[in-house]
């Protein structure tokens, strides 16, 4: 931006003469212009300190922000820097009438107006920047104009440079008028729209700018793919930023015919296919390469080693597999190399420690083999070192804790063991450490303790034994892992007066005690997870403060209900919804929960109706407890179960929280069908579980569970259900296990099942049912007659019992498809690989053999597309 200006500017500033001033009518527009603008802005909390110069007794040539020209004996204006002159205290726009404008627009010899950075909201006004027809520099940026983007703006035929960047515009980019801009060099577009706006597709008049070295369309909706001709026009491109452009096929060859491109962004698309190999050959002068976030595939090329000017290179999440090529060690300017989420394999190159520039390297998430170079020690600039989620094995090279400028080092989720004595004295200050599965044994190492911007620590799965050290618990850690180590103890009260606190996972520990009563205090926590100690009591009072918690975890601990008389313990009728559990009580105040696992406690009591204020709530597990009492019927209005929602989202939009999660995938441990599974944190979206079974929940089902349209898996088995199955069910469309098991259920099951397309489990065994089992789809597939064993008179061709009014069996319509079992993964679009990789596992090794769904569902995309 700055570089451009000069182009114009050198000029214009060479002379002030002090015997001139500028003309009269220039000066009364701007004084008119402030005055309108402080008049505007007098209601907010802004200031606009630097119009403080801006008085009528003085020469407007001299005033802050304006540059005049000499010429011809007098002084114009020529120039007005007016970017960022408004300091809003309060954050809220300031809505400025377009009528202010209008005094600037008899300044007819402007040729650079910068009023970028102003939080100026309201519409452009229609007539007057036709008056400004010498401007070569329009600066509009970062504000939030909006109605359409004016076809005046296209008479301004000697603009070079125009900035609308940042704004709320409403409308299409305009088709017409771009080809008008000959002289343009520098064009930024980029989120020039307010949210939702329709799609656009790029005028084709954009490539008739010849002389354009800078286009930014980045953070728009342009309609399909990019056109394959075009950008071979651009030749004197140097920066060219599309990214976030929702754009897909594969990239135009053209391209690749950009001989001076020195930035190149394209990420966060869905740009597909290989990079072609030669392609590189022309993109010497490339210093920045962003291809992230795409679906790229095959091999690196090799030829990305001609691009030696290469400063930072991004091709993180792809599908990029294969070796990382030794050529990229000739990018000896390299300073941030970032290969992550791909499926790159074998070995690091051994040499990676010639690239002395590099400040950060991430290969987190791939499939790399073998040991960690040791010439990483060379890498003397090193701030992050992301080398997390491979098969990496062996020491961990000790000199790392002498690169002082590390501040990231994540190791974990390897084969790798970390050797103590290289920490006694360590040298860096980190802020993110993850050492998970590096063999920790002992103690939690002390030398953390001196680590004091500790944002983030993943020390899970070690031998780690001993307490929860008071250090620790007062450093103000914002996520905490110690998951699957052998820690015990109860918790320090410090840990929770923390405000920065937004994970703590101490999931499969020795911890015991009570909750601390201050619990409430950690604000921001998102995720808690306590799961697999030995923690108990009831619920401290003040969790209900916790605002921002999604995922608590509390299950297979002692956690109790607080019903300290054992006499009213023995004499729970369990028809008795009067008793409600205070636990649960306090748990259905903690509104905004999407996960709550209480699975192997002893709370005791019924389920309180206030479950239906966590309208969030995707995922319910309250299995094997002692909950009594009938299952609420305001369970129907449970919307998360109804409509799922995407939890990273909401969290992004609603929660000051996004620090540590970021791209992080966290597994989310839920029982699936017997068996434990992870499903990754970014596709709960497409996961709803309730799970009541193993209770002493008595009534009869409610009709009103039908409604929970999202639910994937219901399990109420094991407990004293009455009644008939509510036809309802049949409206489950999603409905993937249904288990009512070992309940008094009878009478019929409801043909309505039939309608349930995605049905692979369903276990109705030890009930009282009766009757013909319903036939069609999902339902001739489920045909193990152990799930149906135990009742008092079912028939039907899945038990091979005939009925007695239907002796000649039926003959169902063949079921063809002979797809495999998991295939969930047709379902959804991105679905969870980690979930299909466990459904996977739990295909071989669960104790039933499962059957086999026709799956309609992907057959029907299939037609469609
Ligand atoms: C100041 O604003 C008020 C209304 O907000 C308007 O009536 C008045 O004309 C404005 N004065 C100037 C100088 O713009
Ligand atoms: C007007 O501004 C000039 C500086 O540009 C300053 O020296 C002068 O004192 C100001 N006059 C008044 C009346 O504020
Ligand atoms: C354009 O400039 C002329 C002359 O300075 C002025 O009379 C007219 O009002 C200006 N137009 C607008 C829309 O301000
Ligand atoms: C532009 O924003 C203003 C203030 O928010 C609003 O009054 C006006 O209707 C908007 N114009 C359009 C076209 O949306
Ligand atoms: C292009 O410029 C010409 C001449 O200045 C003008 O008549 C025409 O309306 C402009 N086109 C657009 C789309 O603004
Ligand atoms: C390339 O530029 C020429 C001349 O400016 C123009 O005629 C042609 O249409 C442009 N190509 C594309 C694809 O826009
Ligand atoms: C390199 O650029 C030239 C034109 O500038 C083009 O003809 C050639 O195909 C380009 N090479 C590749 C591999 O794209
Ligand atoms: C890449 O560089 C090598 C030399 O390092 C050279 O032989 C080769 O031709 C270059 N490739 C392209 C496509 O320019
Ligand atoms: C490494 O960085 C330094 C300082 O930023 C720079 O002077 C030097 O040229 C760089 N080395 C290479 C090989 O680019
Ligand atoms: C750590 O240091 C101790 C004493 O300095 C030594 O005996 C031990 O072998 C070292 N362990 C490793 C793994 O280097
Ligand atoms: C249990 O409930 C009783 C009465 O409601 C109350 O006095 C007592 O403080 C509670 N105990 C705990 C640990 O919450």
Redesign the pocket.
């Known amino acids: 931006m700055a570089k451009l200006s000069l182009l114009l500017l050198p000029v214009l500033l060479t002379f002030v003469s002090t015997s001139l001033s500028c003309p009269e009518h220039q000066k009364q527009a701007l004084l008119h212009f402030k005055a309108s603008f402080i008049n505007a802005t007098s209601s907010t909390k802004s200031t606009l300190n630097r119009l403080d110069s801006w008085n009528s007794s003085s020469d407007c040539c001299h005033w802050d922000g304006v540059s005049c020209s000499s010429h011809f004996g007098s002084k114009t204006v020529l120039a007005l820097y007016l970017d960022h002159i408004i300091t809003s205290n309060s954050q809220e726009p300031v809505?400025l009438p377009s009528t202010i404008w209008t005094p600037l627009f008899h300044i007819r010899s402007l040729m650079h107006l910068d009023l970028s950075g102003n939080e100026i909201?309201?519409?452009l006004p229609r007539d007057g920047f036709g008056n400004l027809t010498k401007l070569v520099h329009l600066d509009l940026g970062l504000n939030h104009f909006?109605?359409s983007i004016l076809s005046q703006l296209f008479h301004l035929r000697y603009l070079q440079y125009l900035d609308l960047s940042s704004n709320s515009f409403?409308g299409e980019l305009p088709r017409d008028g771009f080809g008008n801009l000959t002289k343009l060099v520098h064009l930024d577009l980029g989120s020039i729209y307010s949210n939702g706006s329709f799609p656009s597709q790029l005028p084709s008049q954009l490539f008739h700018l010849r002389y354009l070295q800078y286009l930014d369309l980045s953070r728009n909706f342009i309609e399909g793919e990019l056109p394959r001709d075009g950008f071979g026009n651009l030749t004197k491109l140097v920066h060219l930023d599309l990214g976030s452009i929702y754009s897909n096929g594969s990239i135009p060859s053209q391209l690749f015919h950009l001989r001076y491109l020195q930035y190149l962004d394209l990420s966060y698309n869905s740009f597909q296919g290989e990079l072609p190999r030669d392609g590189f050959g022309n993109l010497t002068k490339l210093v920045h390469l962003d291809l992230s976030h795409n679906s790229f595939s095959g091999n690196i090329p090799n030829e990305i080693g001609n691009e030696t000017e290469l400063q930072t290179l991004s091709l993180q999440h792809n599908n990029f597999f294969g070796k990382i090529p030794s050529s990229i060690l000739n990018l000896k300017r390299l300073e941030e190399l970032d290969l992550s989420y791909n499926s790159l394999s074998m070995e690091i190159p051994i040499d990676i420690g010639n690239l002395s520039n590099i400040t950060s390297l991430v290969l987190s998430n791939n499939k790399l083999t073998g040991r960690i170079p040791s010439s990483i020690l060379k890498l003397k600039k090193l701030e992050r070192l992301q080398l997390d989620n491979n098969m990496l094995v062996g020491e961990i090279p000790s000199g790392l804790s002498y690169i002082k400028g590390l501040k990231s080092l994540l190791l974990g989720g390897n084969h790798l063991t970390w050797n103590n004595n290289a920490t006694i004295e360590p040298k860096f200050i980190l802020s993110e450490l993850s050492l998970k599965s590096c063999s920790l044994e002992g103690e939690i190492p002390n030398w953390i303790s001196t680590q004091k911007t500790l944002n983030f620590l993943d020390l899970s799965e070690n031998q780690l034994e001993g307490m929860f050290p008071q250090w620790l618990a007062k450093m103000d850690v914002g996520f905490i892992s110690l998951s699957g180590n052998s820690l015990a103890g109860s918790l320090s009260p410090f840990l929770f007066n923390s405000h920065n606190l937004v994970f703590l996972s101490l999931s499969r520990n020795n911890f015991y005690g009570e909750l601390p009563s201050n619990i409430g205090n950690a604000s921001s926590l998102l995720v808690l997870m306590l799961d697999g100690n030995n923690f108990s009591g009831n619920l401290p009072e003040s969790i209900t403060n916790i605002y921002s918690l999604v995922l608590l975890d509390l299950s297979n601990n002692n956690f109790s209900s607080n019903l300290t008389d054992m006499t009213t313990l023995e004499h729970l009728n369990i028809h008795d919804n009067k008793i409600t559990s205070e636990f649960l009580d306090r748990v259905c105040q903690i509104s905004n929960l999407y996960i709550l696992n209480l699975r192997n406690n002893s709370l005791y009591g019924s389920i309180p109706n206030c479950f239906s204020n966590l309208f969030r709530l995707q995922i319910l597990d309250l299995s094997s407890n002692h909950l009594i009492g009938d299952i609420p019927p305001k369970f129907g209005n449970l919307a998360g179960m109804i409509e799922t929602s995407d939890v990273t989202s909401y969290i992004e939009d609603n929660l000051n929280v996004s620090f540590v999660l970021g791209n992080r995938i966290i597994d989310v441990i839920v029982i699936w069908k017997r068996s434990k599974q992870g499903i990754s944190w970014n596709n709960l979206y497409i996961c709803s579980l309730l799970d009541l079974s193993m209770n002493q929940l008595s009534g009869e089902i409610p009709a009103s569970l039908g409604s929970l349209k999202a639910l994937k898996l219901l399990n109420v088995s094991h407990n004293n259900l009455y009644g008939k199955l509510p036809v309802s069910f049949g409206d489950l469309k999603n409905l993937e296990s249904l288990d009512l098991s070992h309940n008094n259920l009878s009478g019929s099951i409801p043909q309505s099942l039939a309608n349930l397309q995605q049905l692979t489990t369903l276990d109705v065994s030890n009930n009282k049912l009766t009757g013909k089992i319903p036939m069609g789809n999902q339902m001739q597939t489920m045909d193990d007659p152990k799930f149906y064993a135990n009742n008092s008179g079912l028939c039907g061709m899945q038990i091979r019992v005939s009925c007695s009014e239907a002796l000649s069996p039926t003959k169902p319509p063949g079921v063809k498809n002979k797809e495999t079992w998991f295939s969930w993964e047709g379902v959804g679009i991105g679905y969870a690989v980690s979930f299909s990789v466990t459904v996977g596992i739990l295909y071989l090794t669960d104790n039933f053999v499962p059957t086999k769904p026709p799956n309609y569902r992907r057959q029907q995309r299939r037609q469609r597309v």
Request: hydrophobic letters at 15%; glycine letters at 28%.
């Open positions: 809505w909201r309201g519409e909006n109605g409403q």
